[in-house]
Nanobody, 124 residues
Framework: QVQLVESGGGLVQAGTSLRLSCQSS????????VGWFRQAPGKEREFVAG????????IYADIVKGRFTISRDRYKKTVSLQMSSLRSEDTAVYYC?????????????????WGQGTQVTVSS
């Protein structure tokens, strides 16, 4: 069983940066792909970024490409999401999720374990 805890959310102004962190415990987190998703009020949970087991491959949603960077530290069992040039439309609850696969995917149903989420609010 993998437990995930997100941190780093907050209220920031548009154009600034924020770094989210996902700390894992238990299970085989370091051998699996990890994704960041987000859910805004009244909207579906959507894929943001993903990273494979060793950090060698990453994928991003088009809307965050060039602004967000995902990375991981396998030894510390953490995955981070560096968010820059934040926009009001980035406001959402951000979730970290761990897959049962070593590869990465943007599909929600490939992720088995989810954190509780951290709120990011971007004021314009």
């Amino acid at each position: 069983q993998v437990q995930l805890v997100e941190s780093g959310g907050g209220l920031v102004q548009a154009g600034t940066s924020l770094r989210l962190s996902c700390q894992s415990s238990g299970g085989t987190f370091s051998n699996n792909g990890v994704g960041w998703f987000r859910q805004a009020p009244g909207k579906e949970r959507e894929f943001v970024a993903g990273i494979n087991w060793n950090g060698g491959n990453t994928i991003y949603a088009d809307i965050v490409k060039g602004r967000f960077t995902i990375s991981r530290d396998r030894y510390k069992k953490t995955v981070s999401l560096q968010m820059s040039s934040l926009r009001s439309e980035d406001t959402a609850v951000y979730y970290c999720a761990s897959s049962l696969r070593a590869s990465i995917s943007s599909a929600k149903d490939t992720y088995r374990y989810w954190g509780q989420g951290t709120q990011v609010t971007v004021s314009s």
